[in-house]
T-cell receptor, first 114, second 110 residues
Framework: KAGVTQTPRYLIKTRGQQVTLSCSPISGHRSVSWYQQTPGQGLQFLFEYFSETQRNKGNFPGRFSGRQFSNSRSEMNVSTLELGDSALYLC?????????????FGPGTRLTVL | DAKTTQPNSMESNEEEPVHLPCNHSTISGTDYIHWYRQLPSQGPEYVIHGLTSNVNNRMASLAIAEDRKSSTLILHRATLRDAAVYYCILSSNTGNQFYFGTGTSLTVIP
């Protein structure tokens, strides 16, 4: 069974630009969650999508958005990038959601904002 | 969101049991207790989760206090590959953000 995949693995952008990250969950998993990891703030929950609907949202500004497609693949978008958005962005998939099932994490996308 | 408290770091000798504590005094009756770990340069990895009763799986055991205000992750025989940051997380059925916290950094001494 293929694991969670994320593309791209590395990305360099400049301030003010926008970026889209992609996540393909494990086949059959309907829940996809996104996390931001930085040395200073640790692992922070961004949002969770389930069956194309955002079900939970963390404390991030509206510049961070996401969506989920009918095949459960998910994208995360960050607009008007700031230096502080440099981080490792992780997505995780689970059958019904992180509350009830184990999450499987992808390798992450390393975003650097210059 | 319900929060957890864990020691910043712990050490264990290889091949000995490890007991990783977690306090969650504000836990509600429907909050699940989850444990994940993150090895260096890797994404988090699921370890175990439970609601009220103690749980066992191939990786570890989860011991939940009777009042549910604390729990302990038990690694029965630590190996060098168990060196990681261990996160104790609570999840609720309302507005859950799956808050990871700072975790416990476990060092395994050969």
């Amino acid at each position: 069974k293929a694991g969670v995949t994320q593309t791209p693995r590395y990305l360099i952008k400049t301030r003010g630009q926008q970026v889209t990250l992609s996540c393909s969950p494990i086949s059959g998993h309907r829940s996809v969650s996104w996390y931001q990891q930085t040395p200073g703030q640790g692992l922070q929950f961004l949002f969770e999508y389930f069956s194309e609907t955002q079900r939970n949202k963390g404390n991030f500004p509206g510049r961070f958005s996401g969506r989920q497609f009918s095949n459960s693949r998910s994208e995360m978008n960050v607009s008007t990038l700031e230096l502080g958005d440099s981080a490792l962005y992780l997505c995780a998939s689970s059958l019904q959601g992180p509350r009830f099932n184990e999450q499987f994490f992808g390798p992450g996308t390393r975003l650097t904002v210059l | 969101d319900a929060k957890t408290t864990q020691p910043n770091s712990m050490e264990s000798n290889e091949e000995e049991p490890v007991h990783l504590p977690c306090n969650h005094s504000t836990i509600s009756g429907t909050d699940y207790i989850h444990w994940y770990r993150q090895l260096p340069s890797q994404g988090p990895e699921y370890v175990i989760h439970g609601l009220t009763s103690n749980v066992n799986n191939r990786m570890a055991s989860l011991a939940i206090a009777e009042d549910r205000k604390s729990s302990t992750l038990i690694l029965h025989r630590a190996t060098l590959r168990d060196a990681a940051v261990y996160y104790c997380i609570l999840s609720s059925n309302t507005g859950n953000q799956f808050y990871f916290g700072t975790g416990t950094s476990l060092t395994v001494i050969p």
